[in-house]
């Protein structure tokens, strides 16, 4: 039944007759995009922190 359910039936389960539920489908979540932040971070972030700076963050 599940695999009916993968391929995009929609499945209703009923008691005596009477529809108490349906199984659909999930919509597939998004692919993430590799690349999508291309351009958008500037060198400066990978740049090492200053020694004061580490120090606040304990490192």
């Given at each position: 039944?599940?695999?009916?359910?993968?391929?995009?039936?929609?499945?209703?389960?009923a008691r005596h007759g009477k529809p108490i539920?349906?199984?659909?489908?999930?919509?597939?979540?998004?692919?993430?995009?590799?690349g999508f932040l291309k351009g958008s971070v500037?060198?400066?972030?990978?740049?090492?922190?200053?020694?004061?700076?580490?120090?606040?963050?304990?490192?």
């Open positions: 039944m599940l695999a009916r359910v993968e391929a995009g039936e929609r499945i209703v389960l539920a349906q199984l659909v489908p999930l919509d597939p979540s998004p692919r993430r995009q590799l500037d060198g400066v972030f990978f740049e090492l922190l200053p020694n004061d700076a580490l120090e606040r963050w304990g490192a």
